[in-house]
């Protein structure tokens, strides 16, 4: 089970989207991480045959992503997932699969089994519309699971998630991993820090870094500093550098500060995050 991305590009006049990206994925959960406009929407569009590259290939296990053979070993969620209100939960999973051209008897016995997997058996007779985000989020992971694919593309599912509902969605992704190659895009660092195994960070169209959590941290080992400070030097600390957070200290501030250099004589290195390497190559995005 492979699926190969061989220098794959998109190009829209003079912006490139993607540039030269080459990917080889086996199974298991890799996050997608970047900030809005990193290249990843268009990456998964690619990889989903919805877009066409400008250039580069895509297969999975040597089927080309043109071929109809292709689409019967994928599932996608986009990230406006589509449905129609009025639809009851399991009447829109039936018409779904009657569009994927499952026989009746077979996509009734798989349409029970999603539901329960996605914990809306009990949902079953409702409308659409009467769900919640979670809900709804957990019903578009179900329909892309129709055809039990071998791919599932994930465009940021929990844009809009409250906690609960997306610690529910992240465990249900972790779980799906296990047989299939699953691509999660996200620019939410938690949604990917523990259930991904490979994580992809993208920006400006490029795959900046791949590997699991603490192989990419450590590139930015030596540049995550903290440091304690009066109150009346906090506010220019914070205007030179890109600071992550910041607590009280009784009448000290200490701050957590991204900088290459040391940014003061009394900062200490600190051990990086997910979270500061995300912050670490988006700081505009951040500052924005």
């Not at 296990?61 to 009851?88: K, S, T």
């Not at 200490?254 to 995300?278: F, G, H, K, M, Q």
Request: a neutral charge.
């Amino acid at each position: 089970m492979e699926l190969y991305l061989n220098r794959v590009t998109k190009q829209y006049g003079n912006k490139i989207a993607c540039d030269r990206i080459s990917l080889r994925m086996k199974s298991g959960v890799y996050g997608l991480l970047g900030a809005n406009g990193a290249g990843k929407t268009t990456l998964m569009r690619m990889i989903c045959g919805v877009m066409t590259p400008t250039s580069g290939e895509i297969t999975y296990d040597g089927i080309d992503v043109r071929q109809e053979a292709y689409r019967d070993v994928l599932g996608y969620l986009p990230q406006n997932f589509g449905y129609y209100p009025d639809f009851r939960v399991q009447d829109f999973m039936m018409y779904l699969a009657a569009l994927k051209g499952l026989p009746k008897n077979p996509a009734c016995e798989r349409t029970a089994s999603l539901l329960r997997l996605v914990s809306l058996e009990k949902e079953s007779k409702r409308k659409i519309k009467t769900l919640s985000g979670g809900m709804k989020q957990r019903l578009g992971i179900a329909q892309a699971l129709l055809n039990d694919p071998k791919i599932l593309i994930l465009d940021e599912p929990t844009a809009g998630l409250d906690p609960k509902e997306r610690v529910k969605f992240r465990n249900l992704i972790s779980r799906l991993g296990q047989d299939r190659i699953v691509l999660l895009s996200t620019h939410i660092v938690s949604d990917v820090e523990y259930i991904a195994g490979e994580i992809l960070m993208m920006k400006d169209g490029q795959i900046l870094h791949q590997g699991s959590r603490d192989e990419i941290i450590r590139t930015i080992h030596g540049k995550i500093w903290e440091c304690c400070v009066p109150e009346t030097n906090a506010e220019q600390l914070c205007t030179e550098h890109t600071v992550i957070n910041l607590r009280n200290s009784g009448k000290d501030i200490i701050l957590r500060v991204i900088s290459d250099t040391i940014p003061r004589e009394n900062a200490v290195s600190a051990e990086p995050t997910l979270e500061d390497l995300y912050l670490y190559y988006f700081q505009e995005e951040a500052e924005q």
